[in-house]
């Protein structure tokens, strides 16, 4: 008698009994379906089986040989930038 079970977000229960003597199996099975299948002991919740996935690539440093930095980005503006902005004829706002 399969002693798994569906819950109510879906996930699938096993014991883990159950899950030591066909565990090569539930691998694949999760490997297709994409389903996560809940390890109990005892009726407990004690391990999850997830489908492995790829970490998609941090957008973080993705432009570095692109972008460049060139001169103080820290430091006050110069004076001249200030005289040009304000001597300008167009409105900003």
Request: net charge negative.
């Amino acid at each position: 008698m399969p002693t798994d079970s569906k819950k109510a977000t879906g996930s699938r229960t096993i014991k883990a009994s159950e899950f030591k003597a066909k565990c090569l199996k539930l691998m694949d099975e999760v490997a297709e379906s994409g389903e996560e299948i809940v390890i109990t002991k005892n009726g407990r919740p004690v391990s999850r089986l997830l489908p492995y996935r790829e970490k998609p690539p941090s957008p973080f440093g993705r432009d570095r040989d692109i972008i460049q930095i060139v001169g103080d980005i820290e430091g006050p503006m110069p004076a001249e930038w200030f005289d040009a902005v304000e001597g300008s004829e167009e409105e900003s706002f």
